[in-house]
Protein backbone atom coordinates (compact mmCIF):
# COMPACT_ATOMS: atom_id res chain seq x y z
CA UNK A 1 0.00 0.00 0.00
CA UNK A 2 1.52 3.23 -1.38
CA UNK A 3 1.58 5.87 1.75
CA UNK A 4 0.19 9.51 0.26
CA UNK A 5 2.94 12.43 0.33
CA UNK A 6 3.11 14.77 3.05
CA UNK A 7 1.55 18.27 1.95
CA UNK A 8 3.93 21.05 2.55
CA UNK A 9 2.48 22.40 5.23
CA UNK A 10 2.58 19.42 6.93
CA UNK A 11 6.28 18.57 6.54
CA UNK A 12 8.27 18.54 9.84
CA UNK A 13 10.61 22.03 9.72
CA UNK A 14 14.18 21.86 11.15
CA UNK A 15 14.72 23.83 14.18
CA UNK A 16 16.18 27.33 13.96
CA UNK A 17 19.84 27.53 14.20
CA UNK A 18 21.33 29.59 17.26
CA UNK A 19 23.62 31.84 15.35
CA UNK A 20 19.58 33.23 13.27
CA UNK A 21 18.27 33.80 16.68
CA UNK A 22 18.28 37.20 17.98
CA UNK A 23 18.12 36.02 21.58
CA UNK A 24 20.68 35.23 23.86
CA UNK A 25 20.69 31.49 24.37
CA UNK A 26 18.98 30.64 27.31
CA UNK A 27 16.89 33.90 26.84
CA UNK A 28 13.36 34.22 25.05
CA UNK A 29 12.46 36.23 22.31
CA UNK A 30 11.22 39.45 23.41
CA UNK A 31 12.56 39.33 26.87
CA UNK A 32 14.10 42.61 27.97
CA UNK A 33 18.20 42.66 27.73
CA UNK A 34 20.04 42.14 30.98
CA UNK A 35 20.74 45.12 33.07
CA UNK A 36 24.29 46.09 33.08
CA UNK A 37 26.22 45.31 36.34
CA UNK A 38 26.64 48.34 38.73
CA UNK A 39 30.63 49.74 38.68
CA UNK A 40 31.89 50.70 42.17
CA UNK A 41 34.34 53.43 42.87
CA UNK A 42 36.63 54.09 45.71
CA UNK A 43 37.86 56.96 46.54
CA UNK A 44 40.18 57.64 49.71
CA UNK A 45 41.15 61.17 48.87
CA UNK A 46 38.72 64.74 48.21
CA UNK A 47 36.48 61.82 47.06
CA UNK A 48 35.04 60.96 50.14
CA UNK A 49 33.42 64.32 51.04
CA UNK A 50 33.16 65.85 46.92
CA UNK A 51 32.80 63.29 44.61
CA UNK A 52 31.15 65.01 41.60
CA UNK A 53 29.00 63.01 40.02
CA UNK A 54 26.41 61.27 40.11
CA UNK A 55 25.70 57.85 42.42
CA UNK A 56 23.10 55.37 43.73
CA UNK A 57 24.70 54.39 46.98
CA UNK A 58 28.23 54.77 48.91
CA UNK A 59 29.48 52.80 51.24
CA UNK A 60 32.70 53.82 54.14
CA UNK A 61 35.21 50.49 54.42
CA UNK A 62 38.40 50.01 53.37
CA UNK A 63 41.01 48.59 50.98
CA UNK A 64 44.17 46.39 52.33
CA UNK A 65 47.81 46.24 50.90
CA UNK A 66 47.83 50.37 50.89
CA UNK A 67 48.86 53.30 53.06
CA UNK A 68 47.67 56.86 51.98
CA UNK A 69 50.20 59.41 51.75
CA UNK A 70 50.83 63.73 50.57
CA UNK A 71 52.95 62.15 48.06
CA UNK A 72 51.53 63.49 45.04
CA UNK A 73 51.67 67.01 43.17
CA UNK A 74 48.67 68.94 42.46
CA UNK A 75 48.84 72.24 39.92
CA UNK A 76 45.36 72.47 39.29
CA UNK A 77 42.96 71.74 41.87
CA UNK A 78 44.70 72.83 44.98
CA UNK A 79 48.19 74.33 43.89
CA UNK A 80 49.50 76.11 40.87
CA UNK A 81 52.56 75.29 38.77
CA UNK A 82 54.28 78.07 41.29
CA UNK A 83 53.50 76.54 44.67
CA UNK A 84 51.93 72.72 44.11
CA UNK A 85 49.73 71.54 46.63
CA UNK A 86 50.19 68.15 48.22
CA UNK A 87 47.33 65.39 47.92
CA UNK A 88 47.05 61.87 48.55
CA UNK A 89 47.78 58.73 46.71
CA UNK A 90 48.02 55.39 47.32
CA UNK A 91 51.86 53.42 48.48
CA UNK A 92 51.79 49.39 48.40
CA UNK A 93 51.80 48.16 51.60
CA UNK A 94 51.52 44.35 52.93
CA UNK A 95 50.28 45.13 56.29
CA UNK A 96 48.09 48.29 56.15
CA UNK A 97 44.70 49.38 54.80
CA UNK A 98 42.84 52.57 53.61
CA UNK A 99 39.74 53.70 54.77
CA UNK A 100 37.75 55.95 52.21
CA UNK A 101 34.06 55.34 50.29
CA UNK A 102 33.10 53.04 47.65
CA UNK A 103 30.24 54.88 45.10
CA UNK A 104 27.80 52.75 43.75
CA UNK A 105 27.15 53.67 39.84
CA UNK A 106 24.55 52.29 37.82
CA UNK A 107 22.95 52.66 34.08
CA UNK A 108 23.66 55.79 32.53
CA UNK A 109 25.54 57.21 35.93
CA UNK A 110 28.28 54.65 35.02
CA UNK A 111 29.80 56.28 31.56
CA UNK A 112 29.34 59.90 32.86
CA UNK A 113 30.98 59.07 36.50
CA UNK A 114 33.67 57.54 34.37
CA UNK A 115 34.08 60.21 31.87
CA UNK A 116 34.25 62.99 34.49
CA UNK A 117 36.56 61.01 36.57
CA UNK A 118 39.08 60.38 33.55
CA UNK A 119 39.43 63.80 33.22
CA UNK A 120 39.50 65.36 37.20
CA UNK A 121 41.65 62.49 38.60
CA UNK A 122 43.60 61.31 35.40
CA UNK A 123 44.18 63.89 32.56
CA UNK A 124 44.66 67.14 35.45
CA UNK A 125 45.58 64.92 38.61
CA UNK A 126 48.19 62.28 36.53
CA UNK A 127 46.21 58.94 38.48
CA UNK A 128 46.23 55.67 36.81
CA UNK A 129 43.26 53.32 37.53
CA UNK A 130 43.24 50.43 39.25
CA UNK A 131 41.09 47.13 40.52
CA UNK A 132 41.23 46.47 44.24
CA UNK A 133 38.74 44.44 47.15
CA UNK A 134 36.52 46.51 48.86
CA UNK A 135 35.39 45.79 52.38
CA UNK A 136 32.79 47.54 53.78
CA UNK A 137 32.12 49.03 57.11
CA UNK A 138 29.11 47.40 57.12
CA UNK A 139 28.93 44.43 60.01
CA UNK A 140 26.65 42.31 57.96
CA UNK A 141 29.01 42.99 54.86
CA UNK A 142 29.62 39.15 53.22
CA UNK A 143 32.34 39.32 50.44
CA UNK A 144 34.65 42.02 49.47
CA UNK A 145 33.48 44.45 46.36
CA UNK A 146 35.45 44.65 43.33
CA UNK A 147 36.05 48.41 42.87
CA UNK A 148 37.65 50.83 40.51
CA UNK A 149 40.43 53.37 42.15
CA UNK A 150 42.47 56.18 41.40
CA UNK A 151 46.28 56.33 42.26
CA UNK A 152 49.48 58.29 41.19
CA UNK A 153 52.39 56.19 40.85
CA UNK A 154 56.28 57.25 40.84
CA UNK A 155 55.97 57.35 37.51
CA UNK A 156 53.72 60.34 36.62
CA UNK A 157 55.48 63.98 36.28
CA UNK A 158 53.38 65.84 38.99
CA UNK A 159 54.74 62.81 41.94
CA UNK A 160 56.20 64.69 44.44
CA UNK A 161 57.36 61.68 46.66
CA UNK A 162 58.57 61.38 50.51
CA UNK A 163 59.10 64.10 52.98
CA UNK A 164 58.63 65.00 56.84
CA UNK A 165 55.42 65.86 58.14
CA UNK A 166 56.27 69.46 59.05
CA UNK A 167 57.60 69.90 55.02
CA UNK A 168 54.56 69.26 53.70
CA UNK A 169 52.63 70.87 55.89
CA UNK A 170 54.37 74.01 55.30
CA UNK A 171 53.92 73.03 51.78
CA UNK A 172 50.15 72.78 52.37
CA UNK A 173 49.68 75.92 54.23
CA UNK A 174 50.53 77.94 50.79
CA UNK A 175 49.11 76.26 48.26
CA UNK A 176 45.42 76.92 46.38
CA UNK A 177 44.23 76.16 43.42
CA UNK A 178 40.90 75.87 41.51
CA UNK A 179 38.66 73.54 43.94
CA UNK A 180 39.75 75.62 46.86
CA UNK A 181 43.11 76.15 49.30
CA UNK A 182 45.50 72.83 50.47
CA UNK A 183 44.71 73.62 53.92
CA UNK A 184 40.95 72.43 53.43
CA UNK A 185 41.76 69.41 51.51
CA UNK A 186 43.66 68.01 54.66
CA UNK A 187 41.61 69.48 57.29
CA UNK A 188 38.22 67.83 55.58
CA UNK A 189 40.08 64.44 55.04
CA UNK A 190 40.99 64.43 58.85
CA UNK A 191 37.27 65.11 59.44
CA UNK A 192 35.95 62.47 57.73
CA UNK A 193 38.51 59.97 59.24
CA UNK A 194 37.64 61.24 62.70
CA UNK A 195 33.97 61.25 62.30
CA UNK A 196 33.28 58.52 59.98
CA UNK A 197 36.27 56.16 60.63
CA UNK A 198 36.95 56.46 64.38
CA UNK A 199 38.41 53.09 64.80
CA UNK A 200 40.65 53.80 61.99
CA UNK A 201 44.44 54.86 62.38
CA UNK A 202 45.84 56.92 59.83
CA UNK A 203 49.30 58.51 61.55
CA UNK A 204 50.54 60.19 58.56
CA UNK A 205 47.41 62.00 58.27
CA UNK A 206 47.34 63.23 61.69
CA UNK A 207 50.83 64.17 62.15
CA UNK A 208 50.40 66.39 59.09
CA UNK A 209 46.81 67.55 60.79
CA UNK A 210 49.14 68.48 63.72
CA UNK A 211 52.13 69.81 62.12
CA UNK A 212 49.66 72.80 60.05
CA UNK A 213 47.95 73.88 63.59
CA UNK A 214 51.33 74.18 65.40
CA UNK A 215 52.59 76.20 62.24
CA UNK A 216 49.26 78.45 61.50
CA UNK A 217 49.06 80.18 64.99
CA UNK A 218 53.13 81.55 64.58
CA UNK A 219 52.08 82.66 60.66
CA UNK A 220 48.90 84.45 62.46
CA UNK A 221 51.45 86.00 64.93
CA UNK A 222 53.66 87.07 62.35
CA UNK A 223 50.94 88.55 60.00
CA UNK A 224 49.43 90.29 63.10
CA UNK A 225 52.74 91.88 63.92
CA UNK A 226 53.82 93.21 60.79
CA UNK A 227 49.98 94.80 60.77
CA UNK A 228 50.79 96.66 64.06
CA UNK A 229 54.30 97.53 63.13
CA UNK A 230 53.36 99.17 59.94
CA UNK A 231 50.74 101.40 61.66
CA UNK A 232 53.12 102.61 64.59
CA UNK A 233 54.42 105.79 63.54
CA UNK A 234 58.29 105.36 63.37
CA UNK A 235 60.67 107.66 65.30
CA UNK A 236 62.77 109.84 63.22
CA UNK A 237 66.66 109.19 63.40
CA UNK A 238 67.80 112.54 62.79
Request: glycine letters at 8%; hydrophobic letters at 35%.
Amino acid sequence: MKRDPQRPEERPQPPPSPLLSSSPPGEAEGAEPKPTPPVWIFGYGSLVWRPGFEFTSRKVGFIRGYSRRFWQGDTFHRGSRSAPGRVVTLLEDCGACTWGVAYEVRGEQIAASLQYLNMREAVLGGYDTKLVKFHPQEKDAEEPILALVYIATPQNPSYLGPASEEDIAAQIIVSSGCAGHNIEYLLRLADFMRYFCPQAEDKHLFSIEEALTSILPCLYYTEESLEETASVPQKSKC
